[in-house]
């Protein structure tokens, strides 16, 4: 079911200190701080030849990433993201194997403007999963 690894979601207490780390350290192609509101994130994404990673920092209130910050505070892996080709064929798939699927169970946009869901780390070796329509 799922495809390429699109991305690898690391949650960063600095943004500009991580963007130091793999633009300069790394050498990798960085963006600059793109700004999400309506996710509750602010992101920078490295471009590597097979797949991105996102630094992403908490935005606003509400922040998906502000409780996992509070729990890790020097940052970590927050997320993997994997290509699926229909979300909502996962969707039943996921469900037929009762795996849990986080919120309301319904795809919301994600951070390329394509539907995600999310899927519970405790059904998923203790990982968040991120799966996207590409
Ligand atoms: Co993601």
Do not use: W
């Amino acid at each position: 079911m799922i495809g390429r690894l699109n991305h690898v979601a690391i949650a960063v207490p600095d943004l500009d200190a991580a963007a130091a780390i793999y633009r300069g350290i790394l050498g990798a192609k960085v963006s600059t701080p793109v700004l999400m509101p309506e996710q509750g994130v602010t992101i920078v994404f490295v471009e590597l030849p097979n797949a991105k990673i996102e630094l992403v920092h908490p935005l606003g209130e509400d922040s998906p990433v502000a409780g996992f910050l509070a729990r890790n505070p020097a940052g970590g892996i927050h997320h993997l993201c994997f290509e699926v080709d229909d979300i909502l064929a996962a969707r039943e798939r996921l469900r037929a194997a009762k795996a849990r699927i986080v919120g309301s169970g319904e795809p919301t946009i994600g951070a390329h403007g394509k539907p995600v869901l999310f899927l519970h780390p405790k059904d998923f070796a203790g990982t968040l999963i991120e799966i996207e329509q590409a």
